[in-house]
């Protein structure tokens, strides 16, 4: 049975840090593309970052400098630091893998970010 499972998140200030983390099983996570997503209140969810089974980062324009994805293979865990948090950053977190035809996604964790 396939798990993804993301957590780590919670209510912070502006400018804070949140490190999010997302454990899975029932894949072969080394071999999986990986990315974290979020979708805020009444708007469609948004690539926030991705890291390809190479190790290869892509980020969101506006996570750029601010947000860290990176992923440990003995742990089957995926991870994304969170600095300088905005407002604009608050919303549900997902994590996503994507193997060929097969994609995968948790359940997501809350990020609010207050003024």
């Known amino acids: 049975q396939v798990q993804l499972v993301e957590s780590g998140g919670g209510l912070v200030q502006a400018g804070g840090s949140l490190n999010l983390t997302c454990k899975t099983s029932g894949i072969f996570f080394s071999l999986n593309d990986m990315g974290w997503y979020r979708q805020a209140p009444g708007k469609q969810r948004e690539s926030v970052a991705g890291?390809?089974?190479?190790?290869?980062?892509n980020y969101a324009d506006a996570v750029k400098g601010r947000f860290t994805i990176s992923r440990d293979n003995a742990k089957n865990t995926m991870y994304l630091q969170m600095n300088a948090l905005k407002p604009e950053d608050t919303g549900v977190y997902y994590c996503?893998?994507?193997?060929?035809?097969?994609?995968?996604w948790g359940q997501g964790t809350q990020v609010t970010v207050s003024t």
């Open positions: 996503k893998a994507h193997f060929i035809s097969s994609t995968y």
């Open positions: 890291i390809t089974r190479a190790g290869s980062t």
